[in-house]
């Protein structure tokens, strides 16, 4: 068959809502796209396990503790996933890795920032996970296969994170007057953030259309931003908070809420380097990677012994 003949089968796939495998011929800008997706969205899992874990020891009480340690764990479960779903287009884990640990890969522009209080743990989970949610529920449906399908979980792991982070918040707004200052405090400094973790608008995220069509993505950064800010407000008085933004207006025509500019030169600042927390947060993963080179030997030549153990038991049986 030829590339064109190839080509029409992908096309009829993608137009038909056929998931692509990894054995299926597709485009290399498709495999480019997906590589780059799929490992972000790996990193951002594992380099966002690093703000919370500096709470774990910290949590208010054992249940909260037992809580934020499931959290994590989970966390690093949904970057395994990913990175093995990124592994069948062709890519290494080392070599995401690499791109890690030398800057060259991005991951989400919301880990970048400090943890100062408790607080923070709620509206990580309310938040910045319900942007999550919001943006990751559509992928269960992605076009690719195996991201759809490890999709699938991390969602349902999403979900528990979200309503967990909102019951935290819930409990110190409900709270004495210095626990509802500490959750508005929190919400204050966290809710452009998580508008920023959608993306660029649309007419400045040149990748977004190429996703749309491949349908990687089903929903646009701007629908999905919008979403998100129909939703929290409702949220955010219900808990007798503040919305942080002076422009949130109803638009009856619309049917939506309006909101106010986003700092896009805050944005494109972060996920260039020069966030608050970007050098701590590489220089941490390049530490545990390399401190841990000899729990990976160790793992390997336990591998390998099994291995040998093994074909000399089935040499003798034979």
Request: hydrophobic letters at 40%; aromatic letters at 10%.
């Amino acid at each position: 068959m030829s590339t064109i003949d190839f080509q029409e089968q992908f096309d009829h796939k993608i137009d038909n809502d056929i998931s692509i495998e990894p054995r299926d011929w597709m485009p290399d800008d498709y495999r480019k796209t997906l590589i780059r997706q799929i490992s972000q969205h790996a990193h951002s899992e594992i380099v966002g396990m690093l703000p919370e874990g500096n709470w774990i020891t910290r949590a208010p009480s054992l249940r909260r503790k037992a809580v934020l340690l499931a959290k994590v764990q989970d966390e690093a479960g949904h970057g395994l996933y990913l990175y093995s779903a990124a592994e069948t287009l062709g890519i290494t884990r080392d070599q995401m890795y690499e791109q890690l640990h030398t800057g060259k890969a991005k991951y989400s522009s919301i880990f970048n920032y400090p943890t100062l209080t408790w607080a923070d743990m709620g509206a990580i989970g309310w938040l910045v996970d319900g942007a999550a949610i919001m943006n990751q529920v559509p992928l269960c449906r992605t076009s690719y296969g195996p991201y759809a399908r490890a999709m699938v979980r991390v969602c349902k792991e999403e979900s528990f994170h979200q309503r967990q982070g909102f019951e935290v918040m819930m409990q110190l707004a409900k709270g004495t007057p210095v626990q509802k200052k500490m959750a508005q405090d929190a919400l204050n400094r966290w809710w452009w953030p998580a508008l920023m973790m959608f993306g660029p608008t649309d007419d400045n995220s040149p990748n977004t259309a190429k996703s749309m069509r491949w349908r990687i993505k089903r929903f646009t950064n701007d629908e999905l931003r919008q979403k998100m800010v129909d939703v929290t407000v409702e949220q955010i008085r219900l808990l007798g908070l503040t919305v942080p933004d002076k422009d949130i207006k109803w638009n009856e025509a619309r049917g939506h809420y309006d909101f106010g500019v986003i700092n896009w030169d805050e944005f494109y600042a972060v996920i260039s380097g020069n966030g608050p927390c970007n050098k701590e947060r590489l220089e941490t993963r390049r530490k545990a990677w390399e401190e841990g080179q000899w729990v990976r030997d160790a793992a390997m030549a336990h591998a390998k012994k099994r291995a040998a153990r093994k074909a000399d038991e089935q040499s003798k049986a034979a």
